[in-house]
């Protein structure tokens, strides 16, 4: 406000051209020199005035490059404002109700056409159980830098139909001028009932920032349930922190993305569960959480960020296959075009996941705390032919006695990486097996073979 009280007139623009406020005297003309303006003959306050308008525009975000020296700043046009509902007629009459009617609905079509609908400051989440599994600043903070390793994957048959969506998860990356990245994912993106579509449907990758690239498939293992896929790009992606593996009772994060690469996140807990009677896949563990749609493949992390296993759907309960175990595959299979996975033909469970009561039943009895239980012996397998059946307890195998199943299906994946060096040898499992009938233990030597469920493309 001026000296006299009336309102400052408007302030010369660029154009050099004077503007006059009637409300003042002559002498409060302004003077636009070198484009500046200034009060010629105002008081100390006219001047303040002034200083603090010029304090203002030059703090004003409406400027580019303003910064620096050799940068002039470059204006920016004010956005306009959003058209405003008008208030209700005070009139009450209805043709101004009408008219009040019509003008509302203009300016909500107008509305509902606006941009910044869609912005993400502006958009409700679309997943709702995302922002419910990660809450607080660091467990955001861990997701989102794990998330830079995660992709989206899809498969399209003939004609452009879609035939699955999975996730995947940045595995390697080879530093070259066009970069090769390793990305493995669930093998339904490219099978059904255990077996590879054919014609093999165009496979289409999702990375970080909502890019699309064409994928190539490498190989499936139907055992293992993993496929894969080789991309090229000419930026660099980032690779995740491989952890050990899960631990029974752990929490974590399943991460996935859907089919527009948007990050889904759930939390659970790894069960303290094992299923025995899936002949050969005693390595599962299992998730608290469900697998979103789309995340078959997306990785499990710990609060710390490290990938420790893939999840996929499965029922009653998410399955999870180490990550230990996934690479393990991924590297026989680069070095040896194989993965050779052993086939002993039991199916166990641990003495550590047993009912407490019957673990001390069990040690009071037979004196055993530790080792694996047989549930299941395959029909002709060489450990039927030795006399294992189902309620023996094996003490040990190859004297590792407490190894969890997934720490099992590994060791014997090192067997299989063994037998791949040397073909022509025959590898042997020493076992140290209780019979709780006769109360005896006899050690057996279990001749193991090998069976390749992997598919080259």
């Known amino acids: ?254 991460l996935s993305r859907d089919e527009e690469s948007s990050l889904m996140a759930r939390q659970g807990e790894i069960l303290w569960l094992e299923e025995s009677n899936y002949l050969g896949r005693n390595y599962q563990m299992f998730l608290s959480c469900e697998v979103p749609e789309g995340g078959n493949g997306g990785p499990v992390i710990d609060h710390d960020g490290n990938v420790t296993g893939m999840a996929f759907q499965h029922s009653p309960d998410p399955a999870v296959i180490s990550i230990s175990t996934v690479i393990t595959c991924i590297e026989m299979w680069l070095k040896f075009r194989r993965i050779a996975r052993p086939v002993h033909g039991l199916g166990v469970r641990t003495m550590e996941l047993l009912n407490v009561s019957l673990q001390e039943e069990i040690y009071d009895d037979y004196d055993i705390d530790s080792g694996y239980i047989v549930d299941v012996v395959s029909y002709d397998s060489a450990a039927e032919s030795l006399g294992v059946l189902p309620g023996d307890v094996i003490v040990s195998f190859d004297d590792r006695h407490d190894l969890t199943l997934p720490q099992l299906e590994d060791y014997l994946l090192s067997l299989g990486w063994q037998f791949l060096q040397n073909p022509s040898s025959t590898v042997y499992l020493k076992l140290e097996v209780y019979d709780l009938i006769r109360r005896s233990k006899r050690s057996i030597t279990l001749p193991v073979g090998f069976c390749d469920t992997s598919e080259q493309v």
């Open 1 to 254: 406000m001026s000296a006299n009280g009336g309102n400052p007139g408007p302030l010369a623009g660029a154009s050099g051209e004077d503007s006059r406020d009637p409300g003042r005297p002559p002498n409060k003309r302004k003077k636009i020199e070198a484009g500046a303006t200034e009060f010629v003959g105002g008081s100390n306050t006219d001047t303040e005035d002034v200083t603090q308008l010029r304090k203002t525009a030059a703090a004003s975000p409406a400027t580019v490059g303003g910064g620096s020296s050799s940068s002039p700043a470059v204006p920016v046009s004010t956005p306009p404002p959003r058209p405003r509902y008008p208030s209700y007629p005070k009139s009450g009459k209805s043709k101004d109700v009408r008219k009040w009617n019509e003008e509302c609905r203009r300016i909500g079509e107008i509305l509902a056409k606006d941009p910044r609908n869609d912005l993400p400051t502006q958009r409700k989440p679309k997943d709702p159980d995302t922002d419910e599994a990660v809450q607080s600043r660091r467990d955001k903070a861990v997701v989102r830098k794990a998330a830079r390793s995660i992709v989206s994957v899809s498969s399209t048959g003939h004609g452009g139909v879609k035939i699955q969506q999975c996730s995947g998860i940045i595995i390697r990356q080879w530093e070259e001028e066009e970069k090769r990245v390793i990305i493995a994912t669930c093998s339904n993106i490219v099978c059904s009932m255990g077996r590879l579509l054919d014609p093999v449907p165009k496979l289409y990758v999702g990375l970080p920032k909502k890019t699309i690239v064409e994928g190539q498939l490498l190989f499936v293992n139907h055992h293992y349930d993993i496929a894969l896929l080789e991309i090229t790009v000419d930026f660099p992606l980032q690779c995740p922190s491989i952890g050990s593996g899960p631990s029974y009772g752990q929490e974590v994060f399943l």
